[in-house]
């Protein structure tokens, strides 16, 4: 879900500032959760800042290019294998493990490209 904008921060925080309104009131006439509004006060109150905080990364991947060409080697040179045989094949020659569905994601993304 992408962040609320900017703009909508800042019309919120004005209001709050205003003094007219409730949090609670100020959530409903905006559509947004009361607890987002108790929130973005907060973050206003310590840093002056309206903006959404930066995005925190997701999990690396497992492989990174070079392994991911080498089970692009072995899906070609063992077309009828299972997943398991594959994150096996995998594991024996670098000595990393991956679960059938990290491996079934590779494949797809393989087969997509």
């Known amino acids: 879900m992408k962040p609320y904008s900017k703009d909508l921060r800042q019309k919120i925080i004005d209001t709050y500032l205003e003094g007219q309104e409730s949090i609670r009131q100020i959530a409903q006439r905006f559509k947004v959760s009361k607890s987002f509004v108790q929130k973005l006060l907060k973050q206003y109150r310590q840093t002056k800042i309206v903006a959404p905080k930066p995005r925190r990364g997701g999990q ?6 070079k392994q991911i060409s080498l089970v692009a080697e072995l899906v070609e040179q ?3 294998a299972t997943l398991q045989e594959l994150c096996n094949m995998l594991e024996n020659q670098i000595g990393v493990r991956v679960s059938r569905s990290t491996m079934s994601r590779i494949v797809r993304k393989l087969k997509s490209s």
């Open 60 to 65: 690396l991947p497992k492989l990174n290019s």
């Open 78 to 80: 063992n077309n009828d």
